[in-house]
C-alpha cells in the first residue's frame, strides 16, 4: 500500500474526546466518606480459587473486594438485584471515564436506564496510575475469558474460565438455567488486573497485577445490586488467564452498612431522562 504524501498531516491531526465528562453529576465523595466512618459489616462471601460467588448489596451500602491469600484478579459483574436486564455497561463506562477505573468514577449501567450503579470510594492501588507499558490496574477493556474464545484458539472444552464461573454462581443464586443465566452474564470489571494495549500491533496484554494480601477496591451501592465475582484462573494473570496451573488465591467480598441518618440528603439515581421515542 502507498503512503500519500500527506500522511504525517493527517497522523498529526490532534484527537478529540468523544465524551466530555465534565458535566457527570458528581457523586457527593465526602457525604459517601462520612457514611462509611459509622459503617459495620454486615455480610461477607469468600471467592473460591477458581470458581465464582454471588453477593448482595442494598442501595446506600458498601462493598469491598479484597485481596487476602496472594496476588489475584477478579472479573465483576453486577446487575440491579430487582430486574437483571439493568446490569452493568463496561463499554459505556469506558467512554465515560477511560480505559481504567478509580476512585471517584462509576460503574453505570446499561441502555436504556444508563445510570451509576456503583461509585468507587476506594482503591488501594490507586498509586500505580499508568505504567511505561501503558498498563494501568481495573480495566474496562477485557470482556472475560471465556470457553468460546478458548475452543476458537486451540479447541479446549476449558469450564472454569470466569464466563462459565459466573454463569454457575448467577444460576445457582437465581434458580435460572445454566442457559437462561449465561444470557445475563455481562463484560466485566476486571478487579486487580493490569492491561493495556500494546504500542505497535495495539493487542490487548496483561500483566503480573501489583495487588498484594491487603490491598481492596471498594465501592458505594448506587442502587440495590447482585454482583457476581470470579476469582480469575489466571491468577495474578502474568502468563495466561485459564490455566489449571497458575497459582491462584480467593478472593473476599465484604458487605457494609453505614448508621442510620449518616446519607440524609442522598437518593438511587433515576433512570435516564430520554423520553424513548428514537424520532418517532
Request: include cysteine.
Given at each position: 500500500?502507498?503512503?500519500?504524501?500527506?500522511?504525517?498531516?493527517?497522523r498529526?491531526?490532534?484527537?478529540?474526546?468523544?465524551?466530555?465528562?465534565?458535566?457527570?453529576?458528581?457523586?457527593?465523595?465526602?457525604?459517601?466518606?462520612t457514611?462509611?466512618?459509622?459503617?459495620?459489616?454486615?455480610?461477607?462471601?469468600?471467592?473460591?480459587?477458581?470458581d465464582?460467588?454471588?453477593?448482595?448489596?442494598?442501595?446506600?451500602?458498601?462493598?469491598?473486594?479484597?485481596s487476602?491469600?496472594?496476588?489475584?484478579?477478579?472479573?465483576?459483574?453486577?446487575w440491579?438485584?430487582?430486574?437483571?436486564?439493568?446490569?452493568?455497561?463496561?463499554?459505556?463506562?469506558?467512554?465515560?471515564?477511560?480505559?481504567?477505573?478509580?476512585?471517584?468514577?462509576?460503574?453505570?449501567?446499561?441502555?436504556?436506564?444508563?445510570?451509576?450503579?456503583a461509585?468507587?470510594?476506594?482503591?488501594?492501588?490507586?498509586?500505580?496510575?499508568?505504567?511505561?507499558?501503558?498498563?494501568?490496574v481495573?480495566?474496562?477493556?477485557?470482556?472475560?475469558?471465556?470457553?468460546?474464545?478458548?475452543n476458537?484458539l486451540?479447541?479446549?472444552?476449558?469450564?472454569?474460565?470466569?464466563?462459565?464461573?459466573?454463569?454457575?454462581?448467577?444460576?445457582a443464586?437465581?434458580?435460572?438455567?445454566?442457559?437462561?443465566?449465561?444470557?445475563?452474564v455481562?463484560?466485566?470489571?476486571?478487579v486487580?488486573?493490569?492491561?493495556?494495549?500494546?504500542?505497535?500491533?495495539g493487542?490487548y496484554?496483561?500483566?503480573?497485577?501489583?495487588?498484594?494480601?491487603?490491598?481492596?477496591?471498594?465501592?458505594?451501592?448506587?442502587?440495590?445490586?447482585?454482583?457476581?465475582?470470579?476469582?480469575?484462573?489466571?491468577?495474578?494473570?502474568?502468563?495466561?488467564h485459564?490455566?489449571d496451573t497458575?497459582?491462584?488465591?480467593p478472593?473476599l467480598?465484604?458487605?457494609?452498612?453505614?448508621?442510620?441518618?449518616?446519607l440524609?440528603?442522598?437518593?438511587?439515581?433515576?433512570?435516564?431522562?430520554?423520553d424513548?421515542?428514537?424520532?418517532?
Amino acid at each position: 500500500m502507498i503512503e500519500p504524501k500527506d500522511a504525517d498531516a493527517r497522523r498529526a491531526v490532534a484527537p478529540v474526546i468523544c465524551y466530555p465528562n465534565d458535566t457527570l453529576p458528581v457523586p457527593p465523595m465526602d457525604t459517601y466518606a462520612t457514611a462509611r466512618e459509622t459503617a459495620i459489616k454486615v455480610s461477607e462471601v469468600l471467592v473460591p480459587v477458581r470458581d465464582a460467588a454471588c453477593f448482595r448489596v442494598k442501595a446506600g451500602q458498601f462493598f469491598r473486594i479484597s485481596s487476602v491469600q496472594g496476588p489475584q484478579v477478579g472479573d465483576l459483574n453486577i446487575w440491579n438485584a430487582n430486574d437483571l436486564s439493568e446490569r452493568f455497561y463496561s463499554g459505556k463506562s469506558r467512554a465515560l471515564h477511560g480505559t481504567h477505573l478509580t476512585t471517584g468514577q462509576r460503574m453505570w449501567s446499561s441502555f436504556p436506564y444508563l445510570r451509576p450503579m456503583a461509585t468507587i470510594t476506594a482503591d488501594t492501588l490507586g498509586w500505580y496510575g499508568k505504567d511505561s507499558f501503558g498498563g494501568s490496574v481495573h480495566d474496562v477493556i477485557g470482556t472475560r475469558c471465556d470457553p468460546y474464545t478458548g475452543n476458537l484458539l486451540s479447541e479446549a472444552q476449558y469450564h472454569y474460565c470466569c464466563h462459565s464461573n459466573l454463569t454457575r454462581a448467577l444460576a445457582a443464586e437465581t434458580g435460572l438455567s445454566l442457559r437462561d443465566a449465561e444470557r445475563h452474564v455481562h463484560d466485566v470489571l476486571n478487579v486487580f488486573m493490569c492491561t493495556g494495549f500494546t504500542m505497535d500491533t495495539g493487542q490487548y496484554f496483561m500483566k503480573a497485577s501489583p495487588v498484594r494480601p491487603g490491598d481492596y477496591l471498594e465501592f458505594f451501592a448506587e442502587i440495590d445490586l447482585l454482583g457476581a465475582l470470579s476469582a480469575c484462573p489466571g491468577g495474578d494473570c502474568s502468563s495466561e488467564h485459564s490455566s489449571d496451573t497458575a497459582a491462584c488465591y480467593p478472593l473476599l467480598v465484604e458487605v457494609f452498612e453505614p448508621a442510620e441518618g449518616t446519607l440524609a440528603g442522598w437518593a438511587s439515581p433515576d433512570v435516564n431522562a430520554y423520553d424513548g421515542s428514537h424520532g418517532l
